[in-house]
């Protein structure tokens, strides 16, 4: 997953680091067997994952592939040859392992994937649970990126607001709540995690929550131009994250959810 958006900004943050990176196909059993066997590994980073749910939901078949045999591939290579060497292994799940819920999602509670992306980070979470290795799951929430695409939130809000060439930009389905962090905070925590070699599941997250109205409406302003919301007929969702299992290890997020979209406007302009 080092060429995805979290795993090239982990990169970046962490160059003090000697990375050994793979380029070849997950999905191979026996590729990733013999490149597991001929490198050594203090600690691993399992970026690597098919993401947009819209993606997922068409491609479904080919993402199981990836997103949970190419993990099972991954671990069950690592715990054949590195099972005494490997420190600590790192999983990027989601919060779309969670069912929606009016309150703070905190680790124990009811897990019921809210989409296909979800239940294939389930099952793979499953997989990495039952091996004896140092395992550390977190479940990201959601964050934006330059490089995504119009399938995330922010980016598909950028484009129908302000790239419109109208003064008032029609919108719906926005009355939900939901968690965003800045990247650069997500990084922050993996590498706390990794600091203390925690094992586990460990919400990522803000614990802040935004109603997707108000990031259109920040936007719109920026942009000198109105919202207006068609009347909700869809039932409003809440996934917003309970973080105090990470916070108490002294970690904090440092961006709120102007700076992300600010700085998401500023990076997708140059």
Known sequence: GHTGALGQEFVKKNDHLNFIKFKGNLIKR????????KNDFD??????AIVPTKFVEENYLFTKKINIDGT?????ALSK??????KWFFFSSTSHVYDFKKTKIKEKDNILPISKYGKTKLLAENILIKKKLNICIGRIFSFTHKSHDKNYLIPSLYNRICKSKKKQVILENLNH???FLDISDICSAISLLMKKKKVGVF?????QKNNLKKIAIYMAKKKNISCKFKSNKYKITSLVGDNKKLSNLGWRPKKNINYIINSYIKNINR
């Not at 026996?30 to 066997?37: D, T």
């Not at 099972?72 to 069950?76: A, D, G, M, T």
């Not at 919400?203 to 614990?207: P, Q, R």
């Open 203 to 207: 919400n990522i997250c803000s614990s």
């Open 43 to 48: 600690f691993f980073f399992h970026f690597a």
């Open 177 to 179: 709540y939901r968690d």
């Open 81 to 86: 040859f590195h099972k005494k060497r490997l």
């Open 72 to 76: 099972k591939n991954l671990i069950n």
């Open 30 to 37: 026996k590729e990733v067997e013999n490149w597991v066997k």
